[in-house]
């Protein structure tokens, strides 16, 4: 068996006061192989069944043969539970869930959001644009984001591999802000500008990501959900934070969704913070593809005042692939 499993015998034994001996060779697979390590193997069985069957058994070895013994032989006294892993430990370890670009719907998408910030209730038209391109011969994703705002126009384009749906770059613009992103697989580097004033951008990561916003609604619409779906994601968020936020996610069940644009059968979507952080949300996914974002909520971060807001579909929505 594979070790883990044997420590957790030599454990259950060791709790209920059963003697135990144990012998690991960390040179070793499955079985003994290695020449020293069956004879010492084969030694101390010989003497186990001497000692608890009576029978006889050669007491002598030879030095090599001992000294591989003591090596082998461990003190069950030390020998502790393994570590389960925790959500956040997976959320943060496991490669990225694997993801169908074609399932994502393609074309122009009108939403409308509702907010609350420090009591008032703002309302926000925006659309999506998505186009599957090609870049130096590599199949993308572009996805553009307009939106008009208190503070007035605001502009989000990513480019996302057009396989993986892994971000390549991203920018951003806000009145007279602007952030331009590069990702990688273990780091986000770029600048933030406001005006005259410059900042550069590096986060390091421990692993490949997702986008955020836009694009993990792209991604989503991307995953093979089905009822009783379940994985974990993360994803980098730069902007007034620079870190890398872990969710575990899971798909609740169907439910029919009217928005503005229509009556719709979707599959319900939780995303769970495991950080700690909070900023759950709840989203809507048709469950007919090519997919498409129908409705989300949650809530925004704590330097927007961590007030609820709400994401839907209107009408005018256009589908189909842009050349």
């Known amino acids: 068996v594979k070790k883990a499993e044997a420590d957790q015998i030599v454990i259950a034994m ?58 082998i032989t461990v003190d069950v006294a030390s020998v502790e539970k393994p570590k389960i892993a925790t959500g956040l430990d997976l959320a943060k370890k496991t490669p990225l869930p694997q993801v169908n670009a074609g399932d994502v719907a393609l074309g122009t998408h009108y939403y409308s959001s509702t907010l609350s910030v420090q009591g008032q209730e703002l309302t926000i038209e925006g ?40 971000p390549i770059r991203r920018t951003v613009k806000q009145g007279p802000a602007t952030i331009e992103l590069s990702y990688g697989d273990r780091e986000v580097t770029g600048q933030m500008q406001a005006g005259p004033q410059q900042m550069p951008v590096k986060l390091d990561l421990e692993a490949p990501v997702f986008g955020s916003d836009a694009a993990l609604d792209v991604v989503l619409s991307g995953l093979p959900l089905a009822e009783g779906y379940r994985t974990y994601l993360r994803y980098a968020e730069v902007g007034m934070t620079q870190r890398v936020r872990f969710f575990a996610l899971s798909v609740d069940g169907t439910e029919t969704i009217e928005v503005p644009a229509g009556s719709f059968e979707t599959y319900r979507v939780t995303l769970e913070a495991l950080d700690g952080e909070g900023g759950d949300v709840t989203s809507w996914f048709t469950v007919e593809t090519p997919r498409k974002l129908v409705k989300s909520s949650g809530t925004l971060p704590p330097q927007m005042g961590g007030g609820p807001i709400e994401t839907v579909l209107t009408t005018g929505s256009t589908d189909g692939a842009s050349e």
């Open 127 to 166: 659309t999506r644009l998505f186009e599957a391109a090609e870049e130096d011969g590599q199949a993308v994703l572009r996805l553009g984001t307009k939106a008009s705002t208190p503070m007035g126009d605001a502009s989000d384009d990513f480019v996302l591999d057009g396989q993986s749906l892994r």
């Open 14 to 71: 060791r709790e209920k006061g059963l003697p135990v001996e144990y012998i690991v060779a960390p040179d070793e697979g499955h079985g003994f192989r290695g020449r020293e390590n069956r004879l010492a193997m084969f030694a101390r069985i010989e003497q186990f069944l001497g000692q608890h069957l009576g029978g006889r058994h050669q007491e002598s070895m030879a030095d090599d043969v001992a000294t591989k013994l003591d090596e």
